[in-house]
């Protein structure tokens, strides 16, 4: 698929999602608001400020599920700014091929995560700048950034997948520059309102392929030193098991259809024989979308 296609996929899924009405939960009721004012903060207010196709936006992508989330919606949004505006500026096709992304590498991330990352590239045809590791020192990811902006000077602002629950997510808006100690561009930040139900609700439905890791009881993906599969969801006796539930099994049984993947099967990457083996250490977990306690969400991190 090519970048018109796969926009038009996402816009799809996106609109099929907000289409549902039968055997509705409060979690997708409130997953479709979500949407709703996501795609307001695009449409209305990012795609006013800065053109979508010059380069001037970029996304940081760590391919993890909530810039995943985002990544959908936002080109089903560029799918959408394409209908509304290809009359006007006479489109015969596209006007875009690739979609100027940015993730900053560090020394130690999960060789399935790196693959999964790679796979995107592929299917949301993503021109993605890789930073670059330095042997000698750390590089912070403010520096990074900059270094990434000397290379790519045209961008104006980059999306982000982060929300409010996360650390220091309380007081961020929507669209804001970045902090002093950081170098100079705007923000965009539509998910901030997103909560962890609601991400797991519309990427199960949506039956895109997800990182394997969050098959196998990850819920927040940091370097590999410092992050565990969930310790909430681990699996425990059957009578203690209870506690957990399954909350998206009508998202796995009625998600979009997808002709690779079977019926009421998650669509995941595959595990690297490396990571397969470092996680047997750890015993046996439910998948990451058992969790939808935001509170919980980074139980998995190793505080350093
Ligand atoms: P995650 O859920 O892992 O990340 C949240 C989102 O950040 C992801 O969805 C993704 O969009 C992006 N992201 C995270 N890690 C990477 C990566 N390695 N490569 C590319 N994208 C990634 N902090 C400040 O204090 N002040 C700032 O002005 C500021 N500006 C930032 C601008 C950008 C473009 C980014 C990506 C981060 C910025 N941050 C800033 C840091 C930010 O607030 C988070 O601390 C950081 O993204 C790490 O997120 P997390 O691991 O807590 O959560
Ligand atoms: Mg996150
Ligand atoms: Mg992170």
């Not at 669209?175 to 705007?186: A, C, G, H």
Request: proline residues 5%.
């Amino acid at each position: 698929m090519n970048l018109e296609e796969i926009a038009r996929l996402c816009h799809d899924i996106t609109q099929s999602y907000l289409d549902i009405s039968e055997g509705v939960s409060p979690i997708i009721v409130e997953t479709q608001e979500a949407i709703k004012l996501s795609r307001k903060h695009i449409m209305e207010e990012i795609f006013n400020r800065w053109c979508p196709i010059s380069g001037e936006i970029s996304f940081s992508y760590n391919g993890g599920k909530d810039c995943q989330v985002l990544l959908l919606i936002y080109l089903g949004c560029l799918w959408k700014y394409y209908l509304d505006n290809k009359d006007k500026f006479n489109w015969d096709k596209f006007p875009l091929e690739r979609l100027p992304t940015v993730f900053i590498a560090s020394e130690e991330t999960f060789t399935s995560l790196e693959l999964f990352i790679n796979s995107s590239v592929e299917r949301y045809n993503l021109n993605l700048y890789k930073s670059q590791l330095d042997k000698t020192r750390k590089i912070s990811m403010a520096e990074a950034f900059d270094i990434f902006l000397k290379e790519y000077p045209i961008t104006k602002s980059i999306l982000i997948g982060v929300r409010r629950t996360d650390p220091f997510g309380e007081h961020l808006s929507p669209i804001q520059k970045t902090d002093l100690n950081w170098p100079s561009f705007v923000r965009l930040q539509p998910l901030l309102h997103w909560k962890l139900a609601h991400i797991w609700s519309f990427l199960l439905y949506s039956n895109e392929p997800i990182c394997g890791l969050y098959s196998v009881g990850f819920t927040s993906i940091g370097s590999i030193s410092q992050t565990t599969p969930n310790p909430s969801l681990k699996k425990l006796t059957n009578s203690e098991d209870s506690k957990l539930s399954l909350s998206f099994d009508w998202e796995i049984n009625n998600s979009y259809p997808n002709s690779m993947v079977k019926k009421s099967e998650v669509n995941i990457s595959k595990l690297t024989d490396e990571d397969i083996t470092l996680l047997s250490t750890f015993g046996e977990f439910h998948p990451g979308w058992y969790l939808i306690d935001d509170k919980l969400e980074r139980s998995g991190r190793i505080k350093k």
